[in-house]
């Protein structure tokens, strides 16, 4: 199969190239990061970041013929050839596939992602009905990927203004969860021109999310709530 | 060298290490996590069935009977005042994940949801338990990252992808810290802390089928053996009986928990004979061995490689219905889709006993402090240094990890180990003077891979993965295992020869990788070692030429430490804190 993969080595004093790969290998079911280990180890100077192999862990998002996908599972047989693996946009690369992830992880710290809740706690667990638990579905699965927010053009325009749809989905997160007490304080935090509101509806995050979850809608939600309090 | 300094120092960002941090950054002492990848990236995040406590949320449920299950889960190998101490911690660990946030699926009274889990009985040994907490099948995924969040809420002080190298201590064997070294320039560090915890996870990539994360390369064991430290129990490796075959990922029991069973080829329930009572919620240990039986007795499903038979068997769940599936267990369809080809609502699951957890680890007492045999006995803790999580061996487990109860030993564990630390270091307020040559040890280690040599990191590490799964899996014998070792002789030697096509400094992976075989070689040393040493099966253990359980000379836990393969032994702590011992008895499921 052909590969053309982003090669960066900034001790080589090149810049950036596209280098052509050529790999004895049965797509059947084998999974990119497969193909992409397998080059590996022919050439140990590929580096690129990886942990669980099966869709969970959030390490080994790349940009993979134009789309951000998770490479543990993106079937090698989907792959139009030459397959073109670069790392995800808008972030400084470091190395290869590897880029700086500070960004986005600045942004998601930015939103409050912890529970808060001043009440003396219970004894035993706080009640919590299978309905308004049911609300945190699809937003408590994120693991932080980074494939919507590297998506978003508006994000690649003012990454350090927007908070980025994982950020907003985040926030959201926590917003419905019903035995959070700071919806005021979150949505001060993202009541701005910029926090929230660079969101222009464009769906790339919902197209690109390898875990089906959907930062739109829950923007969407954000705006209603923000809406609600001013009239 | 640069050096840093803090009180407390964290080495792992898994579910036991940040729990240990969280207890940590909520005081008035200065903590520092060393992780060599972005926290919510370890192993934790890929626990799929849940934690285990005696909530009794939705049957009679009481912390004696789940103690009485982990001792006789773990074969009686397990320390009896380690596992109260963890079954009585359970329930307020778990109520405090839930004031922290974790999003756990619940009942309609609003209470967390518990399902069943393997090896759980009511009335100490009577009928199933409904005992492990669950956030549908991402428990772990919940809870790495809940206790993440609480950890930035309280500052802790993160070294994101900065791989440790070596324990640091003075002549009188206090650990003062770590060398580490920056995956991202290629910087060595140095971080001195009155107080250093190794949190640093399994193993399990030293067998060529496992259902581990590729980071899980047992770092912190390396470093033991390397300060001269013992491992214990390093012979007992879980295989989980429902890894998808030939691929790894695991299935979790709690799909077993909700009502799913295991066919052979014959369409046959055949854990009914197995474990007449538990079935196929037996313990995994249990489980595993029935399925390597049947399908070495050619009774395996798929295309005929085995006796007439295939190499899996077949996990059956679509009688559970779409909607439970859809919302219980929404992770392993996902997985079985997209790795087994397989939707679990309308045909069962391809599964094969697959290596999973390592009971073995640093040997540690309930405080998580680790011990070792000195001066004064075989406990006594080595002053400054810590151990939890699944890289070390209260023991809690003993022969055998019940599910649910590895979540859960993270949490009570991290917790005892951060309040622990926090004695240590009101009880020692000044920094003890580092020697001279702190961090040597470390720089040659590092200096050595700037040579060049003739053999390759990664095809070592595959042809060892290769030589344990053959030579150190369910079933064991002398011989298998004496060849394993004369291969792993062979193995070293070629490492010894081994150097770096890439000797860059910024973000170079085949530097860390080789750093982590150094650290597989020493796990898989201890393993074969401690495996061929122990002449008798239990729990995890399965020798075929010493079938029965041995408890008139076996009753001990096994110290392996690196000088010369020494294998010594130390008594198991069959007295708990406050109850009456569970006198040791034959294992029936």
Redesign the interface.
Known sequence: MKFRLYRY???SGEKPFMQDVELDIDPA?KMLLDALLAI??Q???L?????????????DAVNVNGRNRLAC?TPLSELKQPIEVRPLPGLPV???L?VD?EPF?KQY?SI????I?DDP?P????????A??AL?DGA??C??CACCTTACPSFWWNPETFVGPAGLLQAYR?IA?S??EATAARLDNLEDPYRLYRCRGIMNCVDACPKGLNPTAAIGRIKSLLVKRRV | MNTRRFDALIIGGGGAGLRAALQLARSDYTVAVVSK??P????T??AQGGITAA?ANVDDDRWEWHMYDTVKGGDWLGDQDAIEFMCREAASA??EL????L??????????YQRPFGGQSKHFGGEQATRTCA?AD?TG??LL??LY??N??HRTQFFDEYFALDLVHDADGYCLGVTAMSI?TGEPLLIEARATLLATGGAGRVFGNSSN???NTGDGLGMVLRAGLPLQDMEFWQFHPTGIAGVG?LITEGVRGEGGYLLNKNGERFMERYAPHAKDLAGRDVVTRAIAIEIAEGRGCGAASNQGGGDYVDLKLDHLGEALIAEKLP?IR??SI??A?VDPVQAPIPVAPTAHYMMGGIPTNLHGQVVAPARFGPEEPVPGLYAVGECACVSVHGANRLGGNSLLDLIVFGRAAGRHMQETLRDNPYPRPLPENAAEQSLARLARWERPGSE????ITDDLRRMMQAHAGVFRTDAVLREGLAKLDQLEDRLAHAG???T???????RIEALELENLIGVARATLVSALNRTESRGAHTREDFPERDDAHWLKHTLYSRAGDQVDAKPVRLKPLTVETIQPKERIY
Request: charged share 30%.
């Open positions: 080595s900034p001790e079911g590996k180890a050439d140990e100077t580096s690129l970041r990886r942990s669980c192999r099966e869709g969970v862990c959030g390490s599972i470091i190395r290869d590897i992830m992880y710290r409050k992602p912890w529970l809740n706690e004894e035993v667990e706080r009640l919590q009905s299978p308004d638990r945190l408590y699965e693991i932080l926590f969860d035995r959070d | 990848v972005f919510t990236r370890s192993h995040v890929s909530l778990v109520y839930e004031h922290m946030g999003p756990f699926s619940r009942l309609d009274n609003g209470k967390i956030a991402r995924h919940a990252h809940t969040q609480q930035i809420a991202e994360a590729m980071i990922s992770g996902d997985l997209r790795f080809g390759r990191v990664a095809a770096l096509q890439d860059s400094r910024v973000f170079n992976t085949a």
